[in-house]
C-alpha cells in the first residue's frame, strides 16, 4: 500500500465554520506534511511532522492547526480562514527526514477547499 | 536561499515526439533536485530524483533528467511522448523542504 489518502475530497466551508483535514498512511513512514497549493501555483510548504512532532512551521498563520495524533495520522484543523485561503491541500509522507528517508515523498490527492 | 526556474510555463507537442522540459537552480549548497508530475485533479507524483552519483538519472513513465551543475540544469526529457503525458511538470530542489517551480504544462495532442 502506497497511498496517502485525504478526507474529504472538497470542502466548502464559512469564515466562521471550524472544520479539519485529514489524512492517513499506512506505509510506516514517520514524517508527514500539508502542502497549500494555489490555482496553477506550484505547492508551498506549510507543515512538517517527524515522528509525530512538529519539526517544521512555514510561518502559516494561526488559523491553521496541524496536529499528528499518531504515526499514521495527520490533520488539519481550520478555524476563522478568509477567501483567500481556499486551494487545494496536499498531504504527503516520507519514510523520515534523514538523507534518502526523506528523499521520495508521497502525496495524497488532496483537499479542494473553498472558503465563502 | 534556494530557488528554481521553469521559464516555459506551456510546452505543446505532438504525440511520439521527444520534448525537453527545462529547470534550472540556484543553491549555496548541496543540491537535491526532483521532478513531480501532476494530473488534474491529482496529487503529485515523484518522476525521479537527483541526490548524487550519476548525473543522467532515469524514472518512471520512460523520463530521464540531466544534472548539469556548470549550467545549473535539471532538464527533464522523453524521446516520445504519449497522450496519456498531458500533465503539469513541476521541478523541485532542496533538503526536508522542498521549493518547487511555477510548473509547466506538458500539452500532447495527437
Given at each position: 500500500?502506497?497511498?496517502v489518502?485525504?478526507?474529504p475530497?472538497?470542502?466548502v466551508?464559512?469564515?466562521?465554520?471550524k472544520?479539519?483535514?485529514k489524512?492517513?498512511?499506512?506505509?510506516?513512514?514517520?514524517?508527514?506534511?500539508?502542502y497549500?497549493?494555489?490555482a496553477?501555483?506550484?505547492?508551498?510548504?506549510?507543515?512538517?511532522?517527524s515522528?509525530?512532532?512538529?519539526?517544521i512551521?512555514?510561518?502559516?498563520p494561526?488559523?491553521?492547526?496541524?496536529?499528528?495524533?499518531?504515526?499514521?495520522?495527520?490533520?488539519?484543523?481550520?478555524?476563522a480562514l478568509?477567501p483567500e485561503?481556499?486551494?487545494?491541500?496536499?498531504?504527503?509522507?516520507s519514510?523520515d527526514l534523514?538523507?534518502?528517508?526523506?528523499?521520495e515523498?508521497?502525496?495524497?490527492?488532496?483537499?479542494?477547499?473553498?472558503?465563502v | 536561499?534556494?530557488?528554481?526556474?521553469?521559464?516555459?510555463?506551456?510546452?505543446?507537442?505532438?504525440?511520439e515526439?521527444?520534448?525537453?522540459?527545462?529547470?534550472?537552480?540556484?543553491?549555496?549548497?548541496?543540491?537535491y533536485?526532483?521532478?513531480?508530475?501532476?494530473y488534474?485533479?491529482?496529487?503529485l507524483q515523484?518522476?525521479?530524483?537527483?541526490?548524487?552519483g550519476?548525473?543522467?538519472v532515469?524514472?518512471?513513465?520512460?523520463?530521464?533528467?540531466?544534472?548539469?551543475?556548470?549550467?545549473t540544469s535539471?532538464?527533464?526529457?522523453?524521446?516520445s511522448?504519449?497522450i496519456?503525458?498531458?500533465?503539469e511538470y513541476?521541478?523541485?530542489?532542496?533538503f526536508?523542504?522542498?521549493?518547487?517551480?511555477?510548473?509547466?504544462?506538458l500539452?500532447v495532442?495527437?
Amino acid at each position: 500500500d502506497t497511498e496517502v489518502t485525504q478526507t474529504p475530497k472538497h470542502l466548502v466551508m464559512g469564515m466562521t465554520n471550524k472544520k479539519s483535514l485529514k489524512c492517513e498512511q499506512h506505509m510506516g513512514h514517520r514524517a508527514m506534511y500539508w502542502y497549500k497549493q494555489k490555482a496553477k501555483k506550484p505547492p508551498e510548504l506549510m507543515f512538517v511532522y517527524s515522528y509525530e512532532k512538529l519539526s517544521i512551521n512555514e510561518s502559516v498563520p494561526s488559523r491553521f492547526s496541524p496536529e499528528c495524533p499518531n504515526s499514521s495520522l495527520l490533520n488539519l484543523h481550520l478555524h476563522a480562514l478568509q477567501p483567500e485561503d481556499s486551494a487545494l491541500y496536499l498531504c504527503a509522507s516520507s519514510q523520515d527526514l534523514n538523507f534518502e528517508g526523506w528523499a521520495e515523498a508521497f502525496f495524497g490527492q488532496g483537499t479542494r477547499l473553498t472558503v465563502v | 536561499a534556494q530557488s528554481v526556474t521553469q521559464l516555459d510555463s506551456q510546452v505543446p507537442v505532438f504525440e511520439e515526439a521527444p520534448v525537453e522540459l527545462r529547470c534550472n537552480y540556484s543553491s549555496s549548497v548541496s543540491v537535491y533536485l526532483f521532478w513531480y508530475v501532476q494530473y488534474p485533479n491529482q496529487g503529485l507524483q515523484l518522476l525521479l530524483k537527483y541526490l548524487s552519483g550519476s548525473t543522467l538519472v532515469k524514472g518512471i513513465n520512460g523520463f530521464e533528467a540531466e544534472f548539469n551543475k556548470s549550467q545549473t540544469s535539471f532538464h527533464l526529457r522523453k524521446p516520445s511522448v504519449h497522450i496519456s503525458d498531458t500533465a503539469e511538470y513541476f521541478c523541485a530542489a532542496g533538503f526536508q523542504k522542498l521549493v518547487f517551480g511555477t510548473g509547466t504544462r506538458l500539452l500532447v495532442s495527437p
